[in-house]
T-cell receptor, first 112, second 110 residues
């Protein structure tokens, strides 16, 4: 069965510092991988996605993620965090032939 | 282009009451999903519909039923609400490359 692990429940980062959110997945075939962001009381917004090709993908709001097949990971990064990035971030795995499975989320707090 | 529309946005039910959450998408997608979101649990799949006329159980289907009324609409029904069903419910439409989410329904069962 497919699964996603986000090891960090909460992360606190100073404004202007770099960010990396971890995601590990389990999937039997070539996965589609996603990062979504959710602001309080809102729905989910897609940040970026990976299907194939270049393993470093660029997303909206200055985010990027790198797919590492050997480590079954798809970590999200941002070089300089802004206060408006405070939100909950979800990694998800799926494909055209399966359902979409989410991790439990990582809450990002940004300190001044 | 409205995307995915869920109604209602908020609802309070008494234990044992029934209700239906409505979801409609205007993107002509075949697949639609219902998730529930609880603190620390992420989004868990309740039911999904891969195409019009088909529905399948997800990870947490107990206490729920669904209807894929047509290609646009996918409803979620709670026949006898329980406090354990207090949650935020999200409907999503999936085009096999991206899931598009509604704004959610915050349901409280007292």
């Amino acid at each position: 069965a497919q699964s996603v692990t986000q090891p960090d429940i909460h992360i606190t980062v100073s404004e202007g510092a770099s960010l990396e959110l971890r995601c590990n997945y389990s999937y039997g075939a070539t996965p589609y991988l996603f990062w979504y962001v959710q602001s309080p009381g809102q729905g989910l917004q897609l940040l970026l996605k990976y299907f194939s090709g270049d393993t470093l993908v660029q997303g909206i709001k200055g985010f990027e993620a790198e797919f590492k097949r050997s480590q079954s990971s798809f970590n999200l990064r941002k070089p300089s965090v802004h206060w408006s990035d405070a939100a909950e971030y979800f990694c998800a795995v799926g494909s055209g032939y399966s359902t979409l499975t989410f991790g439990k989320g990582t809450m990002l707090l940004v300190s001044p | 282009n409205a995307g995915v529309t869920q109604t209602p946005k908020f609802q309070v039910l008494k234990t044992g009451q029934s209700m239906t959450l409505q979801c409609a998408q205007d993107m002509n997608h075949n697949s639609m999903y219902w998730y529930r979101q609880d603190p620390g649990m992420g989004l868990r799949l309740i039911y999904y519909s891969a195409s019009e006329g088909t529905t399948d159980k997800g990870e947490v289907p107990n206490g729920y039923n669904v209807s894929r009324l047509n290609k646009r609409e996918f409803s979620l029904r709670l026949e006898s609400a329980a406090p354990s069903q207090t949650s935020v419910y999200f409907c999503a439409s999936w085009d096999r490359t991206e899931a598009f989410f509604g704004q959610g329904t915050r349901l409280t069962v007292v």
